[in-house]
């Protein structure tokens, strides 16, 4: 067992930053805090830091209760989005910061904790910049500095926020796989804080998708991304589309009946249909319900507005596809949903 | 291990001397023209004419100026208490910043203004408060006289705390601002690496507060050395014990003895000069280590 918080609750002024937040993270396994900024994620991971107090709940670490524990007798690694590195000290001295600051019985020798940090340079791929300063780094590299940091104590978990943050997209995208293939090889139980989903979906073994202080679900990727439990982790989790529908016997009955997909929700009457654009095929069709409003290409991706019954419809498909139905604007063409999940109307 | 290889360099910032770089003010030469017209008129112009008094004497007349036990004294009161009373303010005015800055309470901004006052006040006001509280028949003075038969006004010890007194502001006001910059995560970094709070503070917020609280410490150790005003009450004025540089200057003057003075004047300018090119170059080599 990893970390399991049950009950937390947290309040800033008249804020509610979390509301009974219960959370189990497995041993060995990468999980993801996803949502948007004010959800409560960062408040959340900190809790877990002993960086803040919850006003009330619980929390166990490896089946200890952990809520009375400074951060230092926790053993958890922390990284911060802004690296948070000392910037007086090199390289080096970052990473063995915490072996030197161990009491005098604990304490590695020297040539010991000199080693180690040499080791752990190497495995983030920095052993030649050991004795440079900080602010001769670059972002990804402090990155991988602070992260270094937060092994060297051998934390029983390590909590990142906002990891990738403050990075560019590309350096963003190859540290993300990197600390990927590092988990692999480690299986450290960590939590990582984000706001973007593709991150969260990319990385993660499983993902908590949080808003308002509540976690509105946990899953794996696939779970979360095709089987959204709430109108808000439809939205979240890439582009959907949103018609007004009717719901009758299973079947969805959308733009004024002119298109029915069955849906497999307990919904009866009005109800709001949410559609993934990938899910939504076009076909050209002089007398089909839609209209072709806007085309805007995406590399290698099309995505393609359509007019049906007033409403506006998004769907998406791979340019050459486009090309070869010869679909263009103005044309009208037949629409074919695969998957409608319907949700009551509120 | 991933195959992208993320080990990208980063040139090292290792640039050469640079003479000239794109600026808001134009003209490198007018400005560095006014600069230095503004400051040969502003202080090289008096110390030159200080300098050349005191040559006035030849090297034997200064010889015999300021060779004397009265001078020597005078000279090691007025840096030693300087060096104490600076020593004290980088400790105290530490802490006082740290307050200012870290605690939120009532009344915060009337304490941050009464850091200001030895600013304010005129020296000779401070150094009749300070005489009068410390003089063995004044509150404070009267007693450490019964409970510890310490005596403080008219001796070194009354001088190192009207040092302090006027030194005061300089690292507050130095050190305040460098730590509110201090990002809150480097603590909580340490903190979660397994740092108590003192090894937090000693290795990670003194570190990064030193080139500041250097520049405290110099400011209020050069305002000591040349401090008068606050002094001359509460010193006593021996010769040999509580007799400061600055005060031999004045005697000197009024015994006409310009030349004397000025010898004087030019001792502790140098000596000044000394310390405090000291402490730039420290300042420098410490900043060097972090620059951002």
Known sequence: ?346 | MSAVSLAEPVPLHRGGTVLMRPTIIPGFRLTLGITVTYLSVIVLLPLAALAVKAAGLGFGGLWTALATERVLSAFKVSFGLSLVGAAVNAVAGLLVAWVLVRYRFPGKRIIDAFVDLPFALPTAVAGIALTALYAPNGWVGALLKDWFGMKVAFTPLGIAIALTFIGLPFVVRTVEPVLQDLPPEEEEAAACLGASRWQTFRHVILPALMPALLTGFALAFARGVGEYGSVIFIAGNMPGVTEIAPLLIVIKLEQYDFAGAAAVGMLMLLVSFAMLLVLNLLQAWMRRRHAR
Not at chain 1, 71 to 88: C, I, M
Not at chain 1, 169 to 190: C, N, Q
Request: overall charge neutral.
């Open chain 1, 1 to 346: 067992m990893g970390l399991r918080l049950s009950g937390i609750s947290k309040r800033f002024g008249d804020y509610q930053a979390l509301d009974t937040v219960d959370l189990e993270v497995r041993t060995g396994e990468l999980l993801a805090l996803l949502g948007p900024s004010g959800s409560g994620k960062t408040t959340l991971l900190r809790i877990m830091a002993g960086l803040e107090q919850p006003d009330t709940g619980s929390l166990q670490l490896h089946g200890e209760e952990a809520l009375g524990l400074k951060p230092r007798e926790r053993g958890v690694g922390f990284v911060f989005q802004h690296y948070a590195l000392f910037r007086h000290m090199t390289v080096l001295d970052n990473v063995a910061f915490g072996l030197k600051v161990r009491p005098r019985g604990e304490r590695l020798p020297n040539a010991e904790i000199r080693r180690r940090v040499e080791e752990l340079l190497r495995l983030v791929q920095l052993a030649p910049f050991a004795d440079r300063y900080p602010a001769q780094l670059s972002g990804g590299q402090r990155q991988r500095v602070a992260l270094a940091r937060a092994l060297a104590i051998e934390p029983k978990v390590l909590l990142l926020d906002e990891p990738f943050g403050a990075l560019d997209a590309k350096v963003r995208k190859e540290l993300r796989r990197w600390l990927r293939g590092l988990h692999d090889e480690m299986h450290i139980t960590s939590v990582f804080v984000t706001h973007d989903q593709e991150e969260a979906l990319e990385l993660a073994d499983r993902v908590v998708v949080m808003s308002q202080g509540r976690i509105e679900q946990v899953g794996t990727p696939a779970e979360v991304y095709d089987n959204p439990a709430s109108t808000f982790v439809y939205e979240f989790l890439g582009q959907v589309n949103r018609l007004d529908c009717v719901v009758d016997g299973g079947i969805a009955a959308l733009a004024g009946g002119a298109l029915r997909v069955a849906t497999g929700d307990p919904v009866q009457g009005p109800a709001v249909a949410f559609i993934r654009p990938h899910d939504v095929t076009l076909s050209p069709d002089p007398e089909g319900p839609g209209n072709v409003l806007g085309v805007v290409t995406v590399g290698p991706q099309a995505r393609i507005e359509v007019g049906l019954a007033g409403q506006i419809l998004e769907a998406e498909m791979p340019r050459d596809r486009l090309a070869q139905i010869g679909l263009r604007l103005g044309h009208r063409c037949a629409v074919q949903i695969e998957r409608v999940r319907a949700f009551p109307r509120v």
